[in-house]
């Protein structure tokens, strides 16, 4: 099979939010700590269970994303948490240089998301996990 430039282009879109979003994960428990992170959220009037629910997210689906397991689910998925660091950054001005972080590398972030969602996983993928195939939709498994 031929891989097209398509296919590398999808790669690196689905690495790039991967790696990011992994990254902000690990950053959450291994900076920040776990209940560091729950505090941070309920400052800002979020319950602590969005916070786990974030850092399990991040985790789990930089993890998966990395590895091109459901990628377009995992993208989709990924949504609420960037366009939720979004909005936490949103009072902060447009550069994310400015104090706290302004709101461009969140938004960002969610424009890669939809990116990978609709090109798929691209280039050297595991695509899928046989345990689980059959509750994922087909639309959902490239």
Do not use: C
């Amino acid at each position: 099979m031929h891989i097209t430039s398509h296919q590398y282009g999808a790669l690196v879109a689905r690495l790039a939010l991967g790696v990011i979003l992994l990254s902000h994960g690990l950053l959450k428990i291994i900076v920040f700590s776990i209940p560091g992170t729950v505090g941070f959220f309920e400052t800002i009037g979020l319950p602590a269970i969005i916070a786990y629910l974030t850092i399990a997210g991040e985790v789990a689906g930089g993890a998966a994303l990395i590895a091109g397991v459901y990628t377009r689910l995992v993208a989709l998925l990924s949504l609420p948490i960037l366009l939720g660091a979004t909005w936490v950054h949103s009072g902060n001005g447009w550069v994310f240089s400015n104090p706290n972080g302004g709101w461009e590398f969140p938004a960002l972030l969610v424009v890669l998301a939809i990116s990978v969602a609709l090109q798929g996983s691209g280039a050297i993928a595991l695509k899928k996990l046989p345990l689980i195939d059959r509750f994922i939709p087909d639309v959902l498994k490239a």
